[in-house]
């Protein structure tokens, strides 16, 4: 089973790590494409060039061989649409491998404001990180097409994905880090080191490359 792991990653940290581990063991993936958006809708332009975004990236997950950067996003024109991104990864891999699109709550919560979101379920299934202690049950309490979606495709048991293409959606808790790539830049932008909030190459490149200061 092939997972998605997306963000901006400006900067990437451990807070974005650590759940894409936890979610990628739970499920049993073979390999995780970590996509660094290139024009995401929903959020302002990164802060750094590309090319440091990709650098960093590279580095926080060298040392995890499932893990592989996929530049299909900033390599495209136009606004990072996952819709797309995932028809483009369906085209290549096929009709029958699993495909598993790797997102946390909040992001899940706002699904619905994504373009063509509904094709989301058709093309992969949806693997959604919580905090520990949040009750799966409370979707019901959303109402909406997401509640209405878990109701529908949720399933308990991870291995349950691995019998079909798409179109589940499996709820699991991850730990949970208060980390942002907000406050890392805020630090940064202070004079304060950031270290032990995100990889340790990733914080030596952002020092060598003086990122995210404001002189």
Excluded: N
């Excluded at 997972?3 to 990437?12: E, I, L, R, W």
């Excluded at 332009?45 to 590309?50: D, E, I, K, L, M």
């Excluded at 024109?77 to 028809?87: C, H, Q, R």
């Amino acid at each position: 089973m092939i997972g998605v792991f997306g963000g901006t990653f400006d900067p990437v940290h451990l807070g974005h790590l650590r759940p894409a581990v936890e979610m990628a063991e739970e499920v049993g993936l073979d390999r995780v494409h970590v996509l660094p958006a290139g024009h995401p809708p929903h959020r302002g332009a990164p802060r750094v060039a590309t090319e440091h975004r990709l650098a960093m990236l590279e580095a926080a997950i060298a040392g995890q061989p499932d893990f592989h950067l996929d530049r299909r996003e900033v390599d495209r024109e136009g606004p990072s649409y996952m819709a797309e991104t995932l028809a483009g990864l369906r085209a290549e891999i096929g009709p029958d491998e699993p495909l598993a699109l790797m997102l946390g709550m909040d992001a899940f919560l706002g699904l619905a404001s994504w373009h063509e979101w509904e094709r989301l379920p058709e093309l992969a299934h949806l693997v959604v990180s919580h905090r520990p202690g949040w009750d799966p049950d409370s979707m019901e309490d959303q109402g909406g097409p997401l509640a209405a979606l878990v109701a529908e495709r949720g399933v308990i048991e991870p291995g349950e994905l691995a019998r079909e293409p798409a179109g589940r959606v499996h709820l699991m808790p991850v730990t949970q880090l208060d980390i942002s790539s907000t406050r890392i830049r805020a630090l940064l932008a202070a004079g304060r080191s950031p270290r032990y909030l995100l990889p340790d190459a990733v914080c030596d490149y952002i020092q060598h490359h003086r990122l995210y200061r404001k002189d």
